[in-house]
Structures are given as C-alpha cells and as structure tokens.
C-alpha cells in the first residue's frame, strides 16, 4: 500500500469528537453520583455538621445488629433471587430461544412477540396486575385453582414470609424472559448454516446438534446473559418489590433486597427518617459487591471463554 | 369615533395593567399525604381563603401516605418541597425540625386558640419551639355495618367478652367476613390494632408515662397482653388476610362483605361516599364490665411552615388562618372524622362524626402509644410496631416474643 497513514503523526481529532458525548454523559449521570455515593458513605452527621469519619459507616453497617440484620438479610434475598433467575428465567429463555429459532417454524414472530411484551409494560402495570391476579379477594386465581380442583392449594402468596420473595421472583422472570430469550435468539441465528449442515452430514441428529454444536457457539452470551442477570437482580429488582410489596418489604422484611434496603435507608420511610450517609453507605456496598462480581466474571470467566470462530 | 376607540383601547389597557399590577398573586404549595382530601381542600378549603386573601394563589399537592415522608424529605433536600407542610406529630416533625427543615413558629398569635396538650405534639420538648400549628385529631375505634347488626340481631359490644361473642356470631352466621383487616401494608395491624385496643389493657396515658419514666416496660403484662389480643384477632379476619393491604380492606368493608372494621374517624367521608349501608361506630372495648374504655385521640395532623421557604409572609398569613375559628369549623365540617384540635366553639353536624366525638365523653383518651419520646430509635419504634403487630396475627411470632422485641428497640437506645 502506498498511501498508508503515517502512524501516530497526526493529531485525530475526531476521536474526541465522537467520545465526547458518551464520555460527557456517563463522567454526569454515573461516574459522578458514584464518586459522590462513595464520598458520602465516608462522612456522616455530627451535631448538624457533616464530618469526615472515615470507614465508621461502614464498620455500623456491619457490626451493628439493627444495620447487619438488614444488610446479610438483604443480601441472602438477593442471592436467592440470583440463584431463581439463573435456574428457571435463562433455561427457559434459553429453550424459548432454541424453539424459535427452528427454520420454518409457525407463528414464530407472534410468539417471539408474545414473549417480549411484559418487558415493554411498565413495572407498577405489572406489579399492579399481578398484585390484583393473586389476590385472595379479588383474583381470579383462587377461582381459577378451584376449577381446576387444585384450590386447597391456594394461599395469600404474596402476603406469606416463606413464600412472597418467590412470587415476587416468578413474577419478574415471567416480565423479564424476554430479553435472554432475545440475546440467546440473536446469536442463535448468527450461527453459520454451514456449521449446522456439516454437523449433519456428519450424522447428529437435532438433539445432539443443539448440545454439541449450537450450545458451544452461543457460550459467550450465556456468560454475557449471566453477568447481566447478576447486576439486573440488585438494581433492577428494587422497582418490582418496592410496587408490589412497599417499602418496608414485608411481611416481615422476607422480601427486602439491597435496592429497597437503601431506599428505605437513604430516602427514610414513614416514622423513620432519612440518613443520607447510611444511605450512600448501602449503596457503596452495592456498588463493590456488583464490582466484585463482575471482575471475577470478567479475569476469571470471560477470558477463558474459546471463542469458536464459525 | 377614533378618539373614543383610542380612548377605550386606553382605558382598557389601563385597566389590565392595574389589575395584573393587583393580581401578582404568590403560590403557596401545601404537601400532604391526605391525597383523600384532594377534593375537600380544592372546594372547601382553599376557595374560603382565597376569597379573604385573593393575592395568595394555594395548592394542595398530596403525597401517596406511605411514601409521604420519604419523599418530602427528598424534595426538602433538593430545596423543591412546598411552603406549607403537613406535620406528622412528635418525634416525626421534631426531627424535621432539627433538621432546620421546619420554622419556629412559635410567635403566631392564633397558637393561643390551642391547648398546651394540642401544641405538645408539635413543640420541643422543653417547649421552647412550636414548629406546626395543631390541625386536627383522629379517634380510634371500629366502624360496623349496621344493617348487618340488625339482620343478625347484634349489639354494639362494650366489654372485650362481648366483642369476641359479637364476631363468633358474625362468623358462625357466615353471610359476613366478622372483620376487615389484613396485615400485607403492616401498619394497619398497628395502629387500628395495637394502638386501638391495647390502651384498655395498659391503661392509657398511664400505661404510656410508665413507658417515658422508665417505670414499666412493653414486657409487661398489659403491653403483651395487647399483642395476645392481636393474636386473637386472626380467625376472624378474611382467608387470605397476609396478602390484603389497606384498600382491599376499606373495599371489602364498603362493599358490604365485611360486618366490622377496626379504623379511625379519618375513614367517615370516604366511607359515607362508597358505602350503601348504614355505618356505625363503637369505641374499643373495654377488658369487662367495672373497667372504663380508653380510645386514641391522636394528635395526628399539624401544618408548619418550610424552613426555606420563599414565601414566609404568606405561609405565616395561611398558618394564623388555620388557626382561626373559621377554618376549624371548615375543617371538622369538610373532612368529618378530622377533629380541630382548637378551642373555639364550632359545631359538628356529620352524625357519624357525632358517634366518635361521643367516645371522648365515655373513654378515657390516649395518644398512640409510639408516638412522643419512644419513637426516636433506629428503627422508629412504631415502624417497628408495624412489623411486629403483623408479625403476631400472622401467626409467625408469640405475643411475647413481639413484646420482647418492642423492648429491644427501646432497649438499644433509650434513657427514661
């Protein structure tokens, strides 16, 4: 080539150019209320003063009983939370994904709409539907459960310590299948048909083509898929259970998670008022335990992923 | 002609300007949390006012209740909150207050029409601040469907023994869920509970002084005894009561479904517009027949003025018109069941009202019992109370245990 570019002689503007915005945008709504949550989380209120006190917030939030009950409390609902999505949301997202990805399928678009929709309805519709859908009042599953001769096994779901956190999971998985089911579509289709007649000719059948074949390929959506799910469940669940349970997360806390647990702190809840410092202090620990989780994801999981170049 | 039309164009222009130079109003927003009230306020209230002061422009702007606090405070950090605003009593708006969220307004002339009782929920404990002008009080007690006490032929109870022989009744009938309550949003369990009945057990504001002085503890008989009570609320509360929060239980009431529910006054409009029943009311019961009935007269709603405001001079003219005679009839007569804290001499005519103002002549009166002094732990003990109310009908904890807990709380910080 004789018109090569003469390497790191000129000044390239235009990369600020088109970093400019994204950087001006994420340095104002993330990067700086991080950096502000994190500084907060260092000071509290003394005498009407704010005071620098160092890890004090944090050494409450851990060794006092009424901040350490809340926190481990809602750091185990979280888990389980996490642990749902990953059993039963991604599989089936996953199996959805296999199923319409199948050439020449019927009313595969409808159903691939069908799936996708309670992700575009807001989540006070949802938390409102579902809410009235159970209710031991007015819901029409009591009726329902009776007709199909299964209504002593009915229960206020929602309102019950052992099983509302489960409710409220299966109600988010079933708004939230859809994108899984979407990412794992996408890069199903993005599989070469080559690939996939040369298993054939080499005699797999549909079963084992899936499993040795397309599974392999999609590996790296299912860690991206992962990842995402393990952020989603400690920020994106605050707005479902906040809808559907209140504030306080009851009954008796057993569907607090760490988005609730900080508002109630920061924000302050009825009788209780708001402790803006607690509050950043929740927060930062949110923010470490998801940094914690995705750099462990990123060196250690996503680094070894073979990427099989089809 | 021309110079007539000049001068009209004139006139009238001169017209306009004066009266866009009178009509320079200031906008007053009142936060709230009675979005109930949205239409009591918008048509009752405000317009009296407007018309005596036509250059302040009020609005009502309630919260949802539960989130009231939360985000009043928000919008009071972030310097958006309104002029005007509702106070929680004790330790809710003390604590706004040392937060130099709420003004002393302690040299408002109107503040005389008040009993020291009334100023107390809004002042500091010293006295040496007043932060809200006393608005109303609400009572305690149960609101019952009438026509289904005459088709079962029931009495209103007086004593404990006949309020549970009233809901077996109503139970072994069957046509009526006994009693309308759930425990899913918790503080109903609480405060139309605990806080309802429990006063007839640790005797009133007797049995809440022993708690300030340090000389009784909610270990004590009466305070666990008022959470057994709780415990044997639960049968006679709708099948699937755990998963039913506050309107599912003001509907089913209203609807006709359930006999009795365990509220305050602050329900007698909303009900008297849904229900086509007649509606009733009795005052707790009392433990038997020699002892007296104590009801919770709470000190409920007071109205103060942001600290930050822009514009005191007519937030302090709206606080010294809430204390006049006028806007305590308003009050008392728009919003029924909200009861004027003031000493003036004003008429209630809404007779369901009537029967509440009753129970102050018959029972001995109290103050929900979280509410001064012991609620200024982490968490706020009546929040506590919340969850430990519910905790007991669910089933999921003893009366004892829940007792024990509330003396935890106390415990982990307070000094008598």
């Known amino acids: 080539m004789s018109h090569s570019i003469p390497s790191g002689s000129r000044w390239r503007w235009y990369i600020v150019f088109f970093v400019a915005p994204a950087t001006l945008i994420y340095t104002v709504f993330a990067i700086y209320p991080i950096v502000e949550s994190l500084r907060l989380s260092l000071f509290a209120e003394r005498d009407a003063v704010e005071a620098f006190v160092g890890i004090d917030n944090y050494k409450k939030l851990f060794t006092e009983p009424y901040w350490a009950d809340q926190f481990w409390n809602a750091f185990k609902n979280n888990v389980w939370l996490f642990v749902l999505h990953m059993l039963i949301q991604n599989p089936v997202a996953l199996a959805l994904a296999a199923i319409l990805s199948i050439p020449n399928l019927r009313g ?6 069908i799936f996708f929709l309670p992700t575009l309805l807001s989540v006070v519709v949802i ?12 819901g029409i599953t009591p009726a329902f459960m009776n007709f199909m001769g299964v209504g002593k096994f009915f229960a206020p779901w929602l309102g019950l310590e052992s099983s509302a956190l489960t409710a409220v999971t299966l109600i988010s998985i079933w708004q939230y299948v859809g994108i899984p089911m979407m990412l794992f579509y996408a890069a199903l289709l993005n599989i070469p048909e080559e690939t996939l007649e040369a298993a054939r000719i080499d005699g797999l059948n549909g079963w084992s083509i899936f499993w040795k074949v397309k599974l392999p390929l999609i590996l790296p959506t299912l860690g991206l898929v992962g990842i995402l799910t393990y952020i989603g469940n400690f920020t994106a669940s605050f707005d479902l259970i906040y809808t559907l349970q209140g504030g306080l997360a009851g009954p008796n806390g057993s569907t607090d998670v760490m988005g609730t647990f900080m508002f109630r702190t920061f924000f302050g809840f009825q009788a209780q008022l708001g402790d803006v410092n607690m509050g950043a202090t929740v927060a930062s620990s949110l923010f470490f335990i998801i940094l914690i989780g995705v750099s462990v994801y990123l060196f250690g999981v996503q680094r070894r992923l073979q990427r099989y170049q089809a | 002609m021309r110079t007539t039309i000049l001068r009209t164009t004139l006139f009238a222009a001169a017209i306009s300007a004066a009266t866009t130079g009178w009509a320079e109003t200031t906008v007053l927003t009142i936060e709230s949390w009675r979005s109930d009230d949205q239409a009591i306020w918008d048509e009752k209230i405000i317009p009296v006012f407007e018309k005596q002061f036509p250059e302040i422009d009020v609005q009502f702007k309630p919260t949802t209740p539960t989130e009231y606090n939360a985000a009043l405070n928000a919008r009071l950090a972030g310097g958006t909150a309104g002029d005007i605003i509702t106070c929680r009593p004790f330790d809710n708006a003390l604590a706004m207050y040392e937060a130099g969220n709420l003004a002393d307004i302690k040299s408002l002339e109107g503040l005389a029409n008040f009993s020291d009782v009334a100023k107390a929920a809004w002042s500091t404990d010293n006295s040496d601040a007043t932060f809200c002008v006393p608005m109303a009080s609400v009572i305690h007690g149960f609101m019952y469907n009438k026509d289904a006490f005459k088709e079962l032929g029931l009495a209103v109870p007086k004593t404990e023994a006949d309020f549970y022989a009233v809901l077996d009744a109503i139970k072994a009938d069957g046509n009526y869920i006994p009693m309308a309550m759930g425990t899913k949003d918790a503080w109903e369990a609480a405060t139309m509970g605990y806080t309802n009945v429990g006063p007839a057990y640790w005797g009133g504001e007797e049995g809440r002084m022993a708690l300030i002085n340090g000389t009784a503890k909610f270990t004590d008989e009466g305070f666990v005894e008022g959470f057994k009570q709780m415990a044997k609320w639960t049968p006679y ?40 029943f007649e509606l009733g009311a009795f005052a707790p019961p009392a433990k038997d027949a020699s002892s007296d009935c104590y009801i919770s007269d709470h000190t409920d709603i007071g109205i103060g003025m942001n600290a930050n405001t822009k514009n005191k001079e007519a937030a302090l003219t709206f606080l010294e018109w809430t204390s006049s005679a006028e806007f305590a009839s308003l009050l008392t007569n728009a919003a029924p069941g909200f009861f004027s804290l003031a000493n003036h001499n004003f008429e209630v005519e809404n007779e369901l009202a009537q029967e509440f103002m009753a129970m102050r002549s018959e029972c001995k009166a109290t103050i929900r019992v979280a509410h001064q002094i012991l609620g200024r732990g982490e968490p706020a003990l009546s929040n506590e109370l919340w969850t430990l109310t519910a905790n007991v009908i669910n089933g999921t904890m003893t009366a004892e245990a829940a007792a024990q807990g509330a003396q935890d709380n106390l415990d982990a910080w307070f000094k008598p």
Do not use: K, M, V
């Open chain 1, 108 to 113: 595969a678009a409808t159903y691939r709409t």
């Open chain 1, 127 to 138: 938390g409102f539907i579902w809410q009235l859908i159970l209710s031991p009042l007015w």
């Open chain 2, 237 to 276: 509360l709708g099948s699937g009561f755990q998963a039913q929060g506050y309107t599912d239980s003001q509907n089913l009431f209203t609807l006709g479904r359930a006999a009795i529910y365990p509220t305050g006054s602050w329900e007698i409009t909303g009900f008297q517009e849904n229900a086509e």
